[in-house]
């Protein structure tokens, strides 16, 4: 679907649909198709899709993306696809072959964004760099998602999450002090890198919509965006000749600031980064006189002391449930959570009235759980129309309605394995 047509309802018909009535989503309109595989271009692509986009998700025909077979699986089924295939249409081509090459070229010929993650130099191998994508779409907004980026000395080299969460500076503040850095258990570089590119694309998106600009491409790395969130570190470094070291569940900028183990042997945390709460907090132990003991006057001093202030919060909360801890510290208007696990959210209510976790009906799973659309739109929300689908369910529907692609070729495509 080129920019100026409007949204094919028929364009779902293999992976569930969205209710007729149901508001547009933001994106609405907007057709993009993703080339790539695993989490992080997986997250654009969702996102985009969770808004409205259209998303075509382009999978090799013998493999599919990775994401099918990564991860927890159910009867063979990868639940890391049913999340991040959510909404989106799958379709099969080799994209290496001639005749897969035209028909990729058809498909983004038609859309307002290609969204990839291959090594930087892939495409141009196969002919389809930015360049040449452009001379047929100059309205194309192009998002090149890679593990160092399109350029410099480490351009070319194979890029994961992990060495980006190794090499950005998040994994040496992450962790105890007398241990080895701790990397994150789940794909955190991938997700924030794919947040960036997420809002880039929209950004680009706007700049030709809006500001009468034109198509563009967008280089992210998994680098650079989780080393923009840790905070002035460069800054600090520059300025002050100092490198942050690892504080574990401790701040190095506010206290109390840390997770506590609970009488029943549950945990909490507590952070207590302004005056006022860190005075509360002294009230909900049951130790107002610490508001007026020199060591805990205030944050410098708390920071100082703080192995004694963690030993006298430890040791009230040793003699008290986390659900009493929970209700003292509410009662005080202490900050304070419990450390929960997956089946803890899924209880909470909470998360239940803000329906942060939805049930979707699939046709391999049954139903499945997973979490909802975010951020909020109060006029055009964003909605999970069904999950991942089979690989290459929309294939007719995409090559053979929105291309227009007849019964001959779609066969000799299929015969050739071009799709």
Known sequence: MSRDEPADDDAQADGGSSADDSPAGPLDGVTVVEAGSMISIGTVGRLLADFGADVIKVEHPKTGDHLRHFGPQKDGVGLWWKYLGRNKQSVTLDISTEEGKVVFEDLVAEADALIENFRPGTLERWGLGYDHLSDRNPGLVMLRLSGFGQTGPYSDRPGFGTLAEAMSGFAYLNGYPDREPLLPPTGLADGIAAMFS???VAFALYSRDANGGTGQYIDTSLIEPIFSLIGPQPLRYQQLDEIEERSGNRSTSSAPRNVYRTGDG?????????QPIAMRVFDAIERPELKDDPRFADNEKRLENVEELDAIIQEWMDDHTREEVIDRFEEYEATIAPIYNVADILDDEHYQARDAVVEVPDDQLGAGAVQNTVPRFSETPGEISHLGPRLGAHNDAVYGERLSYDD????????EGVI
Do not use: N, P
């Open 198 to 200: 997420t809002m880039a």
């Open 408 to 415: 001959e070729t779609l066969a000799e495509l299929d015969a």
């Open 266 to 274: 549950r945990a909490v945390a507590i952070s207590a980064s302004a």
